[in-house]
């Protein structure tokens, strides 16, 4: 596998997502960073490592702004599952960071699929899940994946709160109850940022002391709009109720899922609010899917929404990212659109975008080379870079991919 300070990858077709498509392209990675991207014309400096992408396509790494890489792991039953916590219904406090583990086989998944970053979520069992966490898919621990942590705070509204915390006889078992469940937290974390601004313009001698509360601490970085609320809602009405909620705290939210966005979304647009929609390849396993449409991401977007593609691994694979997309341009999504769905609006998305998601000189190498247009489905991914490191080359012998240890 390529290695050294300086590899430059020659002859493909690079798509750098934010401008043109290069033929005969050249992406120059310096110290595990993009220096350059030009065409035949960009010389790489003496003493570089020359990887031959002809005939191939040459695109960042993709980007899955919702899944449960490594907190749900594959194969492994309850003993992998950490998702959700559930001895109360607010845990704005509990970090999936925590319950990553890189070891997890859905990572080499993800590279081999051409997806180099994922955003992590908790779970949607509770009105208040915890904070999420953006990461490289590569790495010894996961501290040396993160790229922002937290990236979001996970909220759920509609059936899954309700049933699951409803079998536990656990408050609250209901729309109304989970709306108001966090409509209290929010208050009290308001409440405690107020004691935080009456200590800091208090004589330090009469500053009342305040205990730390981890769970309120949170809970203040997204009124504060440090963090964006990741919200889980699939029916129009709990989208409505999103909307409204964030219009009432004025936090930055996010709407994952939104499978009946299509419906109202003229009023996502109006609100600004971009769409984490996924995952598409699924069956109508409950209630509040049987109005799924792989059209949804293409009638988002010609609504005026932001709209990014996400699997929610393990429900569809991490690997089949771009399937989704490419089966969502089949239903009317337009193709610039599609790839910029899982690339640079997820990594704006999860505000990584100044490191990933693109091929412009400055951001992490975080590099794909395809075997041919990615929206193929007999293309592969037949090498993969992160930081400039090559961590996954597809072997055609053996039919099988090699990837580097971490």
Known sequence: MAGGNSIAITGGRVVPVESEPIDGGTVLIVDGKIAAVGGPDLKPPP??????????????????????????????????????ELTGPIQAHVRVLDAVNPADEGFRDAIAGGVLTAGITPGSGNPIGGQTVAVHCWGRTVDDMVLRSPAGMKSALGENPKRVLGERRVNPSSRLGTAAAIRGALVDALNYLDKEKDQDHSPERDRPAQSRDLKLEALGRVLRREIPWRQHCHRADDIATAL???????????????????????????????????????????VELRNRTMANPGLLAAAGVTVAIATDHPVVPVHLLIVQAALAVREGLDRDTALRAVTITPARIMRVADRIGSLVPGKDADVAIWSGDPFDVMSRVEAAYIGGREVYRY????????????
């Open 244 to 286: 409204r909620l964030a219009d009432e705290f004025g936090y930055d939210l996010v709407i994952d899922h939104g499978t009946e966005g299509y419906l109202i979304a003229d009023k996502i647009a109006a609100a600004g609010v971009p769409v984490v929609t996924g995952p598409l390849i699924t069956a109508r396993s409950k």
């Open 47 to 84: 003493g570089t490592d020359a990887v031959d992408a002809a005939g191939r396509w040459v695109l960042p790494g993709l980007v899955d702004a919702h899944t449960h890489l490594g907190a749900r792991e594959e194969g492994e039953g309850w003993a992998g599952h950490d998702t959700n």
């Open 395 to 406: 072997d055609r012998a053996s039919r099988s991919g090699v990837f580097a240890a971490p």
